[in-house]
Nanobody
């Protein structure tokens, strides 16, 4: 079993900052790509940022220069530092983990429950 748990969401004013955390636990042999997705009200879910096991990072154009994704392999955790937040950043944020549970299994995707981030004055 693999569990993905997010934390750090909440309400913040435009221009403010939030730091999201995601911890992966359970049967973990190896973790590959880790990612943050979000879904704004009335919108499709979109990819926000990804990080590979070696630390390579990718960002959606809408968050480049404002968000930073990072990972702590010792803690099986990833983080999303969000600065200069805008109203359009409002939505439910989901953590996604690509996990290999044993030597004999292949990678599978696991999702957190999602957490609300609201940017409002």
């Amino acid at each position: 079993q693999v569990q993905v748990v997010e934390s750090g969401g909440g309400l913040v004013q435009p221009g403010g900052s939030l730091r999201l955390s995601c911890v992966v636990s359970g049967n973990i042999f190896s973790i590959g790509v880790l990612a943050w997705h979000r879904q704004a009200p009335g919108r499709q879910r979109e990819l926000v940022a990804t990080t590979t096991s070696r630390g390579a990072r990718h960002y959606a154009d809408s968050v480049k220069g404002r968000f930073t994704i990072s990972r702590d392999n010792a803690k099986n955790a990833i983080y999303l530092q969000m600065n200069s937040l805008k109203i359009e950043d409002t939505g439910v944020y989901y953590c996604n983990a690509d996990v290999k549970e044993s030597l004999d299994t292949k990678f599978s995707e696991y999702w957190g429950q999602g957490m609300q981030v609201t940017v409002s004055s």
